[in-house]
């Protein structure tokens, strides 16, 4: 399958890290929130691509907004239950992940909640990796391309948006059809292309 990038013929800059929404991404999302281990269900080669980005040295961290805590569906008891069994099944296919920041809150303007860029910031700032760094940040929905916009607004850092067909994708794609933005099928894709390109670079510098 042909990707569509944003500035067609130029390659995607190896990444230093990815930073991935969770529901819609990873694992299916549903409008009726997911909150339990059980409903935890991981989209096919989500796990796997994280693997094959921790195995080329990338630092993967994942921004959620959690708001179903707040609106009383499921309790941090259940998130941290979640989480513990996608670090599980992605160890199981070699992978890990660096940091894990959750947002509870309902209030649109807690600093935190996507589309604000707080999750974000506070994941580079938790890596310490210098204003140099390329970053990505993978979601599926216009807050998250928001939030890595606004990560860039307001920081010394670029993180570039990147959206994905899954979960609630192809809905975002619509709405967002205004400008033009790295846009692939899932998260496998994107790191198909991520990793597709940078080896293609190499081959080429042994070349010389
Ligand atoms: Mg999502």
Redesign the pocket.
Known sequence: MVEQDFEKGRRLPFPDLVIL?????INQ?SSAYIKSRDEWIPIPGSLEAMARLHQAGVKIGIATNQRGIALGLYDHQALEEMHQKMTALLSDVGGAIDEIAFCTADDPLHPDRKPNPGMLLTIIKALDLPQTSVIYFV???SS?VAAAENATLQSDYRVIPVLVRT??GIKSEKKLNDRERLTYNDLASFVDALLFDSSDLSALSTEE
């Open positions: 929404d969770r529901d819609g991404v999302d979601g599926d929905k998250d979960g609630n």
